[in-house]
């Protein structure tokens, strides 16, 4: 699977069902090339501005499932 497949789906929190984004970035551990985590933006404070609230940065162990259209996540504390 390539880097930019996994750019195009939707990351879904399964313990609450939340759309979280899409994933923007990747962490790779550089000993052996494996994705440690994978980034979802934060939401921006203002429209149309550049400013975000922060990252959720989602520990590869959390994936639970890689789909066609999403990646489902257990990634609690994400808040409402």
């Excluded at 939707?10 to 994705?35: K, M, W, Y």
């Excluded at 404070?45 to 789909?67: C, D, H, N, Y």
Aim: proline share 5%; charged share 25%; glycine share 12%.
């Amino acid at each position: 699977m390539r880097f930019s497949e996994l750019r195009t789906r939707d990351v879904i929190n399964q313990s609450d069902g939340r759309r979280l984004g899409t994933a923007t970035d990747f962490e790779i551990s550089l000993p052996d090339g494996r994705i440690t985590a994978i980034v979802v933006p934060g939401r921006s404070r203002l429209a149309g501005m550049f400013t975000r609230e922060g990252e959720l940065v989602i520990p590869w162990s959390q994936i639970r499932k890689i789909g066609h259209d999403v990646i489902l996540v257990d990634f609690p504390g994400t808040g409402g």
